[in-house]
């Protein structure tokens, strides 16, 4: 409305203005409407943003785990190798 010449504005507030602020209900029912959906839409964000983190701390846990086990199977494979040698 700032670059509108002033015959526009006025048309378009008299539009606001006729039958009760009839216009003016709606744009504030509108918007209350649309301001809890975008509300709602950023919880959902924040929480799948919590949940991604979640993931990589369960993927860093998961390759930690998986090399434990990779390097103790192979220390157990050289414990019993080392005692075959030994004639254990």
Sequence with gaps: MRHCPSA???R???KF??????KV???VELHLKYFA???KADSR?????EVSHYGFVFTSASF???YCSLTQHIFNWSYIRMRRL???
């Excluded at 203005?17 to 009839?22: A, G, K, L, Q, W």
């Excluded at 964000?45 to 943003?49: G, V």
């Design 86 to 88: 030994q004639g254990l």
């Design 25 to 27: 209900d709606r744009l």
């Design 64 to 66: 930690v785990s998986c």
């Design 17 to 22: 203005v006729e039958s009760d602020h009839e």
């Design 37 to 39: 959906q975008v509300k």
């Design 12 to 14: 378009v507030l008299a």
């Design 8 to 10: 526009l504005k006025s």
């Design 45 to 49: 964000i924040r929480a799948l943003r």
